[in-house]
């Protein structure tokens, strides 16, 4: 609902909006995804060890910084 407020006000504004439904990620933007899906994993790994040396305020930094959508 709320993005078809937001649109709503966009057309009032004299905002014309544009949709676009994603596919698969062009061939220039995959050495992006790859480059942020490394720094996930590593911050995953420094979020183990943060959990093995019981640094709670570090674990909950690192696991902030690898949370997975999907």
Known sequence: MGI????????????????????????????????RKEKKELNESRRVDSMQEKNLESALKYSKRSINIS
């Open 4 to 35: 078809i407020y937001k649109s709503i006000n966009m057309l009032e504004e004299g905002i014309q909006p544009i949709w676009i439904f994603d596919g698969e990620p062009l061939d220039h933007k995959k050495e992006e995804i790859d480059k």
